[in-house]
């Protein structure tokens, strides 16, 4: 009696293990169909993309992570103006620090960011002037750009960077700084869509016209939501894209958590050797 109770358990056992592998199999099935339908119209995109003469460079098929986060809008840098020495500041109405050196600095045309980052980085300078990075993607000859360092990114927005104005005699003269306070992140870290859906994403919100190039792109964070005392930050995929046949150059974003088109900024004419592979400072535009 025992031995038949033991193999009628077995039997039942074996019934449920493979109703259980037969349902994994068909979840398996159906995940990898999906994965394969996905990856075939990224894939289509990509080379409709190359047939309308969209020029590109290949984009990495490789997901990030990132967090929502929140700032001030208060800059606070009005606190810390007692630390800067050897220049004139003021307030725009805005809330960008302007500011005009009494001594300049001489930059070097060919390697200016050794200058510029010895000079970013002294606080008597700049104010939290360690916290911003160079970037050479938005900067041009007699405009170089700063970007402010969040979490595991960059703010690639104005509300988070400084510019910095070099004359034609290579002297750095004055500079304009936007800096978002009291950065904090909210929830957990969260994947975050590839270059390559994106780019397919841009194309498929008609950001992006027939013979263009994509001049530039940039993971960093954009401001979603610009409430009365704080904003919402969100990671975003930045592309700049001119026109073939013009000098201007556009901004787009992407949000790379849900992959849905964000507000562009200004169309704006850059010109000089510098500004024709850069926006020269566009995405300052960009709220």
Known sequence: MNFRRIEWIFIVAFVVLDIFLAYMFVQTSSSDSNNKTASDTTTMVIREMHEDNISFSNPSAQQGTGYYIAGSNDSGLKQHLSQLTGQVT?????GKLTSTLRRTVTVDESHPQAALDQFVHQSTNVIHGK???YSASLSSKGSYVYVQKVADGEILTNTGQLHLLVNKNNQLVSYTQ???????????KAV????????VALY???QVSNNSRIVWRKLGYSRLLKLKDSSVYVPTWVFAVRSK???NVSVHRINAFTGAAMKASNTSATTGTAASETTAGMVWNVE
């Open 204 to 206: 498929q919100y008609n």
């Open 192 to 199: 975050t869509i590839s270059e390559k859906k994106a780019l």
């Open 131 to 133: 916290q911003y990075v």
């Open 245 to 247: 046949n013009s000098s």
């Open 90 to 94: 003021k307030f725009q109405s805005d």
């Open 178 to 188: 936007a800096y978002v306070n009291n950065v904090k992140t909210l929830r957990e």
